[in-house]
């Protein structure tokens, strides 16, 4: 975390493994069936956030790569989600996930910054289209 100078696909990469790693742990404890769904949904979300951005990698048009991102972000909001949830409803602690909060708001951060650029090209980009259409 604050290491600007990783890729959001090393970062998240490294997010998913703090969450396989702290499932690890929730899953020696001994829950009721709600504490075990939301450690799973948990473990499923933080993890799909790296293996998006890694699709995204190979993706075969400007238009793929920001569907990918947009999932790797839906993806980061969910986890974003059950940490919260897992701290109110006191399955974890709030000082163990403070680090995990604040890495998810920078890869939410990241993300969006991404897509919205690629996002915000694509637009001046069709624009200067049509103008250069309706000139001809």
Request: proline content about 0%.
């Amino acid at each position: 975390m604050g290491n600007s100078n990783i890729t959001i696909q090393q970062r998240t990469e490294n997010f998913a493994v703090r969450v396989i790693n702290a499932y690890s742990e929730l899953s020696k404890r001994h829950f009721d069936d709600a504490g075990k769904v939301l450690a799973k949904q948990f473990l499923r979300s933080g993890t799909s956030i790296g293996a998006n951005c890694a699709e995204a990698t190979y993706a075969q048009s400007k238009n793929d790569f920001i569907s990918k991102y947009s999932i790797a972000l839906k993806e980061a909001s969910e986890t974003q989600f059950w940490i919260k949830i897992m701290i109110k409803s006191q399955l974890v602690r709030a000082q163990k996930f403070s680090l995990m909060q604040q890495e998810i708001i920078e890869i939410i951060k990241i993300l969006t910054s991404t897509i919205n650029k690629l996002k915000s090209h694509k637009l001046i980009t069709y624009y200067l289209l049509l103008i250069t259409y309706y000139l001809t």
